[in-house]
């Protein structure tokens, strides 16, 4: 099945992901979705922020893209890069910009260990522009299909002494739970 022209069905989960309410979370996450609002998941490895994160991709039948964040993640792995093909420059998406070009899911697992000069370039795409600049190409992705971060923090440690960044309030301005 293709969206907006590009295929993602490795992306695509097409069997029901066991996961367990714990409250109200999947109709919180539902209604974000519809008003294109992000999500930012908090908890403890283990918790099941990526189960979560799945079984939403399922029940909306969006395709789910995850990215593993990390001190070494750059911007241009996540939004893309020219790579010499052929002897020719030809620009390769990252991650980011194929999820927003194909309307999926984009899961940034734990992204308080992304550095600041590269989770900076969610900010237009979690505030109410919902697009991703990309300046190597001189335009946007597009209108954002859904972009959520995962937080992970380590049990019985506070959360000031985790080593992590925070992540700024008003770059995910929507439901946190």
Same mark, same amino acid.
Do not use: N
């Given at each position: 099945? !293709?969206?907006?022209?590009?295929?993602?069905? !490795?992306?695509? /989960?097409?069997?029901?992901?066991?996961?367990? $309410?714990?409250?109200?979370e999947i109709r919180i996450a539902e209604v974000s979705h519809r008003c294109g609002m992000p999500l930012?998941?908090?908890?403890?490895? +283990?918790?099941?922020?990526?189960?979560?994160?799945?079984?939403?991709?399922?029940?909306?039948?969006?395709?789910?893209?995850?990215?593993?964040?990390?001190?070494?993640?750059?911007?241009?792995?996540?939004?893309?890069?020219?790579? /010499?093909?052929?002897?020719?420059?030809?620009?390769?998406?990252?991650?980011?910009?194929? !999820?927003?070009?194909?309307?999926?899911?984009?899961?940034?697992? #734990?992204?308080? #260990?992304?550095?600041?000069?590269?989770?900076v370039v969610i900010h237009p795409l979690a505030d109410d522009r919902r697009e991703l600049p990309i #300046?190597?190409?001189?335009?946007?992705?597009?209108?954002?299909?859904?972009?959520?971060?995962?937080?992970?923090?380590? $049990? +019985?440690? $506070?959360?000031?002494?985790?080593?992590?960044?925070?992540?700024?309030?008003?770059?995910?301005?929507? $439901?946190?739970?």
């Amino acid at each position: 099945m !293709a969206e907006r022209g590009i295929r993602l069905d !490795a992306h695509r /989960i097409t069997e029901e992901p066991c996961y367990l $309410p714990q409250g109200d979370e999947i109709r919180i996450a539902e209604v974000s979705h519809r008003c294109g609002m992000p999500l930012l998941l908090k908890g403890p490895t +283990g918790c099941g922020k990526t189960r979560f994160m799945q079984y939403l991709a399922w029940r909306l039948d969006r395709p789910l893209i995850t990215v593993s964040c990390h001190d070494d993640l750059s911007t241009s792995d996540l939004v893309g890069r020219y790579l /010499i093909r052929a002897g020719e420059a030809v620009w390769m998406d990252g991650p980011l910009t194929l !999820a927003v070009r194909a309307g999926a899911i984009c899961y940034l697992d #734990e992204v308080v #260990e992304a550095r600041k000069d590269t989770t900076v370039v969610i900010h237009p795409l979690a505030d109410d522009r919902r697009e991703l600049p990309i #300046e190597k190409r001189g335009g946007t992705a597009g209108r954002a299909g859904g972009i959520h971060a995962g937080r992970v923090l380590q $049990p +019985g440690l $506070p959360e000031r002494a985790q080593g992590s960044q925070t992540i700024d309030p008003a770059t995910f301005r929507g $439901p946190e739970f």
